[in-house]
């Protein structure tokens, strides 16, 4: 089989796309046009949702269905656009910022209702959009345009929290491993219930020039030193794991998803049963 | 008694209005005194193979409806005060990507938290600009159990002709009230459904943005993929920030409900013909207004009633019509400021001949107090 392209799901006329050079989003943006094309998914059957950031322009470059909302509330409106109508496909898009921020309590419900949509967070540790302030995945000590004296918040891990609230499928890659997150993306679209997959990925104009990774290739080297597979990481033992963050497929059960309980509570409510 | 007469509630009417014009999805988050609606439809809406979805909040409430609605199902969501202030941002989207859903404010006192459980009018200024950026929008405002339910399967055909949200805006009393009421029989009342797009799917354009002009809406999972967005776009659903383009959306997204103004402005008249003294009411408030101009016109006063069914866009031909021999205009109104009242001084020029009877402590306006006024 010829190499998937994923051009049928780009929107070819809007490229070149409008962000920096080295900037991960491309990748990521390839991954998921290549992950569709893979699962022969038709374009009327996918709806992409995507919040605001630069991430979140994503759609733009899609053509296939698409939703382009408000910040943080991609997932909202997928739930309701999966409700509607449950045999789409529907991915939300969005920075972290957008996902684990302003939209983190979205994200924590979406997971514990185990919502059957497909979560893909950028997160380049900051918010690339407005300028480089820091996020809530912004590391602890790391330096952005409203941390110039370096970040005291504590950062949140966006897989662990999706594992914690429920999720049934979750992975973490990097931009700088395109092949890998495109079969994470697609175990995520092929997953029931809630996935989501976590790129790690450079933001080179903002938050790696202050933070001493001036040229793009730094944050790409950075990103390969700091990734590791769970063969490595788990193998550190505290405190080596810090700094370094774990990929690969992390969480993949298959608890019931909302769309199967609300119709097993249909058929109950339809049978009589207790109301 | 008639087969479909049933003693119900403002609330209840609302939700089997809802269920009437066909709506099958409704997600929000519970506030009083808008709850029951929300837990008639958990009960009802699973047997008519719909969907209730008790969202983590208001936004994502909002958020939800406007997703469904694309994808094909008719939306609704119900709230009051606070809930509706974390709607706004939402909203916004609904009106720039001109996607139909209902929202019911059943009003309630505030500011803020307010007194939580009591009546009030003070969202109408709330529901016309509450949001960020230039808009228009259609908001209805019933005053019987019955106009609960007629006014909701309205709100659903207005939502669904004119590509935009309607805002139903029961105050608490009208919500909570019970009365007697013939639940219409399925073809009794019209329900507009969505008109399918023509022409080649690969031609499809979700917007048009010509004066006036309201284009058909494609559901999502349909052979027509579309684009909505945020942002200023084009016809075509892309961001576009061309300011001829940016012109002619802003515009189009006012004049398609100017055109459809006679369809979407709705009053009701009671004894205004010659009237020296008008009284313009909606809600609550009709009520007792109609009951201190019954009184006057027996000592003999000219006072007619007129009633405001559609709040937004504002009746302004309708009460000029209808104050033409007026010397006086009355305007209760359960708010402080006059927000029905600011809107009818702006169509007179003596601004002294309109009288203003405000509660603003939730409590209902009584036909006495009104009386005092015609005085
Ligand atoms: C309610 C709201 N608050 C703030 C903003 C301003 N804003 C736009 S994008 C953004 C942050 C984007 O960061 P992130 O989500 O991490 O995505 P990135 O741009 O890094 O891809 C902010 C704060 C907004 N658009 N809406």
Redesign the interface.
């Known amino acids: 089989m010829a190499h998937a392209t994923g051009m049928k799901y780009l ?1 070819q006329d ?1 490229l070149p796309h409008m962000w920096c050079a080295g900037c991960g989003n491309g990748v990521v943006l390839g991954a998921l046009a290549r992950a569709f094309e893979e699962l022969d998914l038709a ?3 996918i ?1 992409a ?1 995507t919040g ?1 950031g630069c991430w979140g ?1 994503a ?2 470059y899609l ?8 910040h ?2 991609a ?11 449950p ?2 496909r529907v991915v939300a898009l969005m920075g972290d910022g957008d996902g684990a921020t302003i939209g983190g ?2 994200l ?2 979406s997971a514990r209702r185990n919502m059957p949509l497909t979560a893909i967070i950028v997160n380049n540790y900051n918010y690339g959009m407005t300028g480089g302030q820091f996020s809530a995945t912004t590391p602890a000590n790391a330096f952005t345009s409203t941390s110039v004296g370096s970040n005291p918040e504590r950062a949140f891990d966006i897989c662990e929290l999706a594992r914690a609230a429920g999720a049934n499928y979750v992975a973490r890659e990097t931009s700088a491993a395109g092949m890998k997150l495109k079969n994470r993306i697609k175990e995520a679209l092929e997953a029931p219930g809630f996935s989501l997959v976590e790129a790690i990925s450079p933001c080179t104009t903002q938050f790696g020039p202050k933070n001493n990774m001036r040229r793009p290739v730094d944050m790409f080297e950075w990103l390969k030193a700091k990734g590791l597979p769970a063969s490595k990481y788990d193998k550190m033992v505290h405190p080596e794991q810090e700094g370094f963050f774990k990929t690969g497929v992390l969480v993949n059960r298959d608890a019931p998803d909302f769309i199967t309980r ?1 119709e097993a ?2 058929s109950r ?2 049978a009589g049963g207790r ?1 | 008694m008639k087969k479909n007469q049933r003693l119900i509630q403002g609330n209840e009417a609302i939700a089997f209005g809802a269920f009437y014009a066909g709506a099958r999805f409704y997600a929000g988050y519970p506030i009083t005194p808008s709850s029951e609606i929300a837990e008639i439809c958990s009960r009802e809406l699973p047997g008519l193979g719909g969907f209730y979805m008790q969202m983590e909040d208001e936004l994502a409430s909002m958020g939800a409806i406007i997703g469904a609605s694309l994808a094909g199902s008719k939306s609704f969501t119900a709230t009051s005060g606070p809930g509706f202030s974390l709607m706004q941002e939402n909203l916004g989207v609904a009106i720039i990507g001109e996607v139909p859903i209902v929202v019911i404010d059943v009003q309630r006192s505030g500011p803020s938290t307010g007194l939580a459980t009591k009546p009030a009018q003070s969202d109408f200024m709330q529901i016309r600009w509450g949001r960020h950026g230039d808009q228009a929008i259609i908001a209805l405002a019933p005053a019987t159990v019955r106009e609960c339910f007629e006014f909701t399967v309205l709100a659903f055909n207005l939502a669904e002709k004119y590509r935009t949200p309607v805002v139903l805006a029961p105050d608490e009393i009208i919500g909570h009230m019970r009365e007697n009421m013939e639940i219409p029989e399925p073809g009794e009342l019209p329900v507009v459904e969505r008109t399918e797009p023509q022409g080649e799917p690969a031609d499809y354009r979700p917007f048009c943005f010509k004066e006036g002009c309201v284009h058909p809406l494609a559901n999502y999972g349909s052979e027509r993929i579309y684009h909505v967005t945020s942002s200023m776009n084009g016809e075509d659903g892309f961001s576009n920030n061309s300011p001829e383009n940016a012109a002619r959306r802003v515009a189009q997204l006012h004049t398609k409900l100017d055109a459809g103004r006679e369809d979407i402005v709705m009053t009701e008249s009671f004894d205004v013909e010659g009237c020296e003294t008008l009284i313009v009411a909606s809600g609550a408030p009709v009520r007792a207004a109609r009951s201190a101009a019954k009184d006057a016109r027996a000592k003999g006063l000219k006072v007619g009633v007129l009633q405001l069914k559609t709040v937004w866009p504002f009746p302004e031909l309708e009460i000029a019509a209808a104050a033409k021999n007026a010397r006086r205009i009355i305007v209760p109104e359960m708010n402080y400021s006059g927000q029905l009242a600011g809107e009818v001084r702006k169509l007179v020029n003596d601004k002294n001949m309109v009288r203003q009877v405000n509660s603003y402590n939730g409590q209902i306006i009584f036909p006495a107090q009104i009386a005092q006024a015609i005085q």
């Open positions: 929107k809007a374009p009327e059957d709806v949702v605001i322009k759609d733009d053509a296939v269905n698409a939703l382009h909302t408000t943080g509330r997932l909202a409106y997928a739930t309701g656009v999966k409700a509607s109508n045999k789409l309590n979205h924590i419900h609300y509570m249909r409510m339809q109301e």
